[in-house]
């Protein structure tokens, strides 16, 4: 008779049985989350690329602004790209744009910076006024009247002169905010 003691092998089999059951099914269940997280990647992949094309986008040309010093309103248009599909030539904004030279021009975003409307230029009071909570800007966008709820000015843009071509570098930021924050 041995003097060691009795090693346990003597762990009731069931008991093992679970145990190695419920390890492979953990393995197999990674092991299936890889392709399927991979996967997922793949599909999902649109939704964290950039949605609206931005830069020195072509919006006019010279001929076409007058040079009487008033803001002219124009569409921007470019090519959008939304999670899955490219549209070519849409609409993605618009701006106005002032001549303050023979060859400087002003631009600025025709989004109100408080809650995101359109203002509108108004030639009898040579302001813009906003229609939905009435801030009104001065012609280079600065709030004109201090009872405005907009937080910050007009949104200036960047224009290029590229021959007789205007560019403007297109940008929308977000509303309500005090700082020119470019909006995702
Ligand atoms: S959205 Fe322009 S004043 Fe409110």
Redesign the pocket.
Known sequence: MSDKPETDSAEPLPRRNFFKQTLAVILGGIAALIPATAGLLVFLDPLRRKTESAGAIRVTSLTALPSDGKPYKFPVVASRTDAWNKFPDVPIGAVYLRRTGETKIEALNVV??????F?DFLPSRDCFL?P????TFALDGTINDPK???PRPLDTLTVEIRGQEIYVNFQNFR?GSARKIPAA
């Open positions: 109100c910076p408080h809650a995101g409307c203002v906003c939905c909570h009435n801030s405005s709820p907009s509303a």
